[in-house]
């Protein structure tokens, strides 16, 4: 079945440092793949869409300075939070999109907690 | 632009009750729907989804239909238990959106015994 991972599932770091999260999908080709967050006591906010072979599009309030991504080929993405600080706390999830519905499959989430 | 609207932020039910949670979406695009529903300190994980108008699905006990004419997707399950309380979210996507969800702001269900 298809699968997606994440990692690390959680990590503390301190106010101003820089944090890099992984996303690995198994059992399907993950043409694309979407970053999200979820802060404390909110929604989740779509980061990014990084689709192989095209540019990465940021959401508004988003950007690359911050959050760079690599999404190098079909299975794997990464995302850096740089420069982090207490409103970057949160779950920060990583989708792909599976057949038919654009339904996404989800990781277990990195959850994110600054100093 | 896209959006998703969930009414209720909490709702308190007392277990065997049945429960209604409302969405409702705009888009201009042929929709998905989506219910996602996250436990504490999960990642969410999806419930139903549908494409089709006023077609029921179900899944755990949860149902809901799509109703495009009132642009709804309200999430039901007749007899709540206590395993039900988790958050809810309902989740729009269409063909157009390139793969993105757009969720709303999630309902905390709390199921007492």
Redesign the interface.
């Known amino acids: 079945g298809a699968l997606v991972y994440q990692y690390p599932r959680r990590t503390i770091c301190k106010s101003g440092t820089s944090m890099r999260m992984e996303c690995q999908a198994v059992g399907f080709q993950a043409t694309?793949v979407?970053w999200?967050r979820q802060s404390p006591q909110?929604?989740?906010e779509?980061i990014a869409?990084s689709?192989v072979n095209s540019a990465i599009?940021y959401e508004q309030n988003f950007t690359q300075e911050k959050f760079p991504i690599s999404h190098p080929n079909l299975s794997f993405s990464s995302m850096t939070v740089l420069n982090a600080y207490l409103e970057d706390r949160g779950?920060y999830?990583c989708?792909a999109?599976g057949q038919g519905?654009?339904?996404?499959f989800?990781?277990?989430?990195t959850?994110l907690t600054v100093l | 632009g896209d959006s998703v609207t969930q009414t209720e932020g909490l709702v308190t039910l007392t277990k065997g009750l049945p429960v209604m949670l409302n969405c409702t979406y705009q888009t201009t695009y042929s929709p998905f729907l989506f219910w996602y529903v996250q436990h504490l300190n999960e990642a969410p994980k999806l419930l139903l989804k549908s494409s089709t108008d006023n077609k029921r699905t179900e899944h755990q006990g949860f149902y809901a239909t799509l109703h495009k004419s009132s642009s709804s997707f309200h999430l039901q399950k007749s007899s709540v238990q206590l395993s039900d309380s988790a958050l809810y979210f309902c989740a729009l996507s269409h063909g157009s959106s390139g793969n993105k969800l757009i969720f709303g702001i999630g309902t905390l269900l709390s199921v007492k015994p």
């Open positions: 694309s979407a999200y909110k929604t989740f779509l869409l689709t599009k779950l999830l989708g999109p519905y654009a339904e996404q989800f990781g277990p989430g959850r």
